[in-house]
C-alpha cells in the first residue's frame, strides 16, 4: 500500500517563500511521476507542478518561475519551492503519485497573506 504525505503548509506574507514536502512510501516512488496539486472552496483541483520519474517537469502558467518542483529518490520525497507567493496562490496543496492507481495525499494548507 502507497502512502502520501505532505508537509510545510502554513502563513505567509505575500512577496514569502514555502517549501511544501511530500514523502511517499513504498518502492513505487522511483519509476513513477509525482505531481503538486491545488484547490481552493467550490473550484475543481488544479495542477501546480509534475515532475516525471526522468526528471520531465511541467508547470501551471500562473506559477512558472515562482515555483520550483523537485525530487529526490534517496528519500522518495518530492518537494515544491513557493517563492514571490500571492494571495491567488492560497489553497489546500496535494501532492500525488500518478500510476494505475493514483494515491492522494491528505493536503496541506497554504494561505498567503496581503
Known amino acids: 500500500q502507497v502512502q502520501v504525505v505532505e508537509s510545510g503548509g502554513g502563513l505567509v506574507q505575500a512577496g514569502g517563500s514555502l517549501r511544501l514536502s511530500c514523502v511517499a512510501s513504498?518502492?513505487?516512488?522511483?519509476?513513477?511521476?509525482m505531481g503538486w496539486y491545488r484547490q481552493t472552496p467550490g473550484q475543481q483541483r488544479e495542477l501546480v507542478a509534475v515532475?516525471?520519474?526522468?526528471?520531465?517537469?511541467n508547470y501551471a502558467d500562473s506559477v512558472k518561475g515562482r515555483f520550483t518542483i523537485s525530487r529526490d529518490g534517496a528519500k522518495n520525497t518530492v518537494y515544491l519551492q513557493m517563492n514571490s507567493l500571492k494571495p491567488e496562490d492560497t489553497a489546500v496543496y496535494y501532492c500525488?503519485?500518478?500510476?494505475?492507481?493514483?494515491?492522494w495525499g491528505q493536503g496541506t494548507q497554504v494561505t498567503v497573506s496581503s
Open positions: 500525488a503519485l500518478h500510476s494505475q492507481n493514483d494515491y
Open positions: 513504498g518502492s513505487i516512488f522511483s519509476t513513477h511521476t
Open positions: 515532475i516525471s520519474s526522468g526528471g520531465s517537469i
